[in-house]
């Protein structure tokens, strides 16, 4: 099983632990990971609300080269995988808009005829790898830990754009993922919502107030630690949970993983290697609780 691998900026920059961690688990599971060689920013939806245009063309020169490896695009950022779809469909949609494109990539001897589907780590364990080989692999289920999923935004909506009403296992495949991990899911009402992350320097009173709502109502529920399959909600919840938390004037200390960082624990790697010790947030309590802690 070999893919496209667009791994997104933050997991080679702010969230460095991601990148090693994803490939860690990919080889376990058998999936061969194939960078795009110099791939470049999805825009991350700020360049899109700027200049649509050459937003779109930064993707499809990414689906250009893919097509080019002749393999499917595998990426770990939510963000990422929700901007490339909603280009995707722009292009599939309007034949002239993706022939103005294919001529600004045409100075690259590019051209994107249309084929790439990206998709997230998260929905390709689901529905390619399949739940049975990640439950093969487990080593140390996660019993006894309580899970609250943060989807973010870009990855549930719109709905259109990823395929939910395709593969409507997909709003709740994060869910799924915890329970067959041995986790106990901690359900709550931000896990879809923002993390406030895209308005952290326009606003960031109100960026705080969200981080601080999202961690608190799930750690008020029991949570052991919080789940994303976004490094940039990850970069808001674990990076600026302290501010949030001295604006909230309480403490919460939860721990934010990685997508990765959780399979990686059930699969018996260790917090050292999955770069636990990297984040904001002490997940070290979290790790003696597993008994992964040395």
């Not at 999936?31 to 470049?40: D, G, H, M, Q, S």
């Not at 825009?43 to 990414?62: H, I, P, S, W, Y």
């Not at 280009?87 to 600004?104: G, V």
Request: net charge negative; charged share 20%; glycine share 8%.
């Amino acid at each position: 099983m070999k893919y496209a691998f667009f791994p997104g900026c933050v997991s080679q920059g702010a969230a460095p632990e991601l990148y090693p961690a994803a490939r860690l688990i990919c080889q376990r599971l058998g999936i061969e990971l194939e960078e795009i060689p110099a791939w470049t920013c999805t825009g991350a939806g700020v360049m899109q609300e700027k200049n649509q245009l050459f937003g779109d063309t930064l993707n499809a020169r990414n689906f250009a080269k893919a097509e080019r490896m002749g393999l499917p695009i595998l990426t770990i950022c939510s963000t990422c995988q929700g901007v490339m779809s909603q280009a995707n469909l722009r292009m599939k949609r309007d034949p002239e808009y993706l022939a103005q494109i294919n001529s600004y990539l045409a100075e690259e001897g590019l051209e994107y005829k249309g084929t790439a589907e990206p998709k997230h780590l998260l929905w390709i364990l689901i529905e390619d790898v399949g739940l049975d080989k990640v439950l093969e692999l487990v080593t140390r289920p996660l019993a006894g830990i309580r899970m609250a999923p943060f989807y973010g935004c870009y990855i549930v909506r719109p709905t259109e754009a990823l395929d939910i009403e395709e593969h409507p296992e997909r709003q709740t495949s994060l869910e799924t993922l915890i329970e067959t991990l041995g986790a106990t899911v901690v359900d709550f009402a931000g896990k879809t919502r923002c993390c406030g992350f895209p308005i952290l320097t326009i606003n960031e009173k109100n960026s705080m107030a969200m981080v601080g709502k999202h961690t608190s109502e799930a750690k008020d529920l029991g949570a052991d630690a919080m789940v994303t399959p976004c490094p940039l909600c990850h970069l808001n919840l674990d990076g600026y949970q302290p501010k949030a938390s001295a604006q909230l004037r309480r403490k919460v200390d939860l721990p934010i993983l990685h997508l990765p960082q959780l399979i990686g624990l059930a699969m018996g790697i260790s917090p050292q290697e999955l770069g636990l010790q990297k984040h904001i947030m002490n997940t070290q309590p979290l790790a003696m609780k597993l008994g992964a802690a040395r």
